[in-house]
């Protein structure tokens, strides 16, 4: 208990400190890679062998993106960087679920207020919405990054239960719409849409690991809170790694919030994507196109 509250006075102390640790103009930018935990499965399917190869180096290119956050003491901004895949097009996801999208994403740790610019089936989304307050249990256990002593932090990421449960009913749906077709589909082992492998909701541990050696509160994406830069984060089926540091070039950056696309919150936006998806199972569904190849992301 004691060894608790220490922690707790040092992270309030540590916090107190950042302004008189870096000056006003302290600017700085982090470049990150990420790789999200991704099973493909075209064992069983009627595909050429080449086909095969470059469906799971498409799979390959679009889970794994490099990100560049420009920060300074009370903002930042999140990019992703974009970049050509095999065949000449651009690669990466082209929408997004609450989190970093593939646009930007500005925060402002001072007012708890962040800007998430992302696309969503070719429309553009401009989510203004309040930061969320994560809940950092702060450990002892140390790491090296680079040239920086980073220490681990922990917090629980609450899943949105809604709108996985519209998605798993959507999916009930068209299940019992066909009764036929899913009995087939269930005796080859496969779902009849893109809901079928859908699990229930659960909460994930997000670790973090943070270097007070950079006292700024900021972080990839969402991440943000702990006393010093947060140099890696493990989210349960992302990982994001630093690679690189740029602290206090001659240039100034501009760090300024997206302003194109459609301004909602977090959770109109939420209910947009929601039926979205369902419209999506339903088209798959009218079209005959359960028996597809099966891709998983894992928690």
């Given at each position: 208990?004691?060894?608790?509250?220490?922690?707790?006075?040092?992270?309030?102390?540590?916090n107190?400190?950042?302004?008189?640790?870096?000056?006003?103009?302290?600017?700085?930018?982090?470049?990150?890679?990420?790789?999200?935990?991704?099973e493909?499965?075209?064992?069983?399917?009627?595909?050429?062998?080449?086909m095969?190869?470059?469906?799971?180096?498409?799979?390959?290119?679009?889970t794994?993106?490099?990100?560049?956050?420009?920060?300074?003491?009370?903002?930042?901004?999140?990019?992703?960087?974009?970049?050509?895949?095999?065949?000449?097009?651009?690669?990466?996801?082209?929408?997004?679920?609450?989190?970093?999208?593939?646009?930007?994403?500005?925060?402002?740790?001072?007012?708890?207020?962040?800007?998430?610019?992302?696309?969503?089936?070719?429309?553009?989304?401009?989510?203004k919405?309040?930061?969320?307050?994560?809940?950092?249990?702060?450990?002892?256990?140390?790491?090296?990054?680079?040239?920086?002593?980073?220490?681990?932090?922990?917090?629980?990421?609450?899943?949105?239960?809604?709108?996985?449960?519209?998605m798993?009913?959507?999916?009930?749906?068209?299940?019992?719409?066909?009764?036929?077709e899913?009995?087939?589909?269930t005796?080859?082992?496969?779902g009849?849409?893109?809901?079928?492998?859908?699990?229930?909701?659960?909460?994930v541990?997000v670790?973090?690991?943070?270097?007070?050696?950079?006292?700024?509160?900021?972080?990839?994406?969402?991440?943000?809170?702990?006393?010093?830069?947060?140099?890696?984060?493990?989210?349960?089926?992302?990982?994001?790694?630093?690679s690189?540091?740029?602290?206090?070039?001659?240039?100034?950056l501009?760090?300024?919030?997206?302003?194109?696309?459609?301004?909602?919150?977090?959770?109109?936006?939420?209910?947009?994507?929601?039926?979205?998806?369902?419209?999506?199972?339903?088209?798959?569904?009218?079209?005959?196109?359960?028996?597809?190849?099966?891709?998983?992301i894992?928690?």
């Open positions: 208990m004691m060894k608790t509250k220490r922690l707790v006075i040092s992270f309030v102390l540590m107190c400190l950042v302004c008189a640790a870096i000056g006003q103009d302290f600017q700085g930018k982090a470049f990150y890679k990420t790789k999200t935990n991704v493909i499965n075209l064992d069983d399917r009627e595909i050429p062998e080449a095969k190869q470059r469906i799971r180096e498409r799979v390959k290119s679009r794994e993106q490099s990100f560049e956050l420009v920060f300074d003491r009370t903002t930042s901004v999140y990019t992703q960087e974009e970049k050509l895949d095999a065949l000449g097009t651009q690669s990466g996801p082209r929408m997004a679920f609450a989190g970093a999208g593939n646009g930007e994403y500005f925060k402002n740790i001072q007012n708890q207020e962040y800007v998430n610019q992302t696309e969503m089936f070719g429309k553009m989304f401009l989510i919405d309040s930061l969320n307050t994560w809940e950092w249990k702060l450990g002892t256990e140390t790491k090296q990054i680079g040239n920086y002593t980073c220490y681990k932090a922990t917090a629980t990421r609450q899943v949105n239960e809604e709108m996985m449960t519209r798993r009913n959507a999916f009930d749906r068209n299940r019992d719409s066909n009764k036929e899913a009995k087939d589909s005796e080859q082992g496969n009849n849409s893109i809901l079928a492998r859908i699990e229930e909701p659960e909460n541990e670790v973090a690991w943070y270097t007070p050696e950079i006292s700024v509160s900021q972080g990839p994406g969402p991440y943000w809170g702990l006393p010093g830069l947060i140099l890696e984060v493990n989210n349960g089926r992302t990982a994001i790694l630093c690189k540091l740029v602290l206090n070039s001659k240039e100034k501009k760090i300024e919030a997206p302003k194109k696309g459609k301004e909602v919150s977090q959770e109109e936006y939420n209910s947009i994507l929601a039926e979205k998806m369902e419209e999506m199972s339903e088209q798959f569904r009218s079209r005959g196109r359960g028996n597809g190849a099966r891709i998983m894992r928690g």
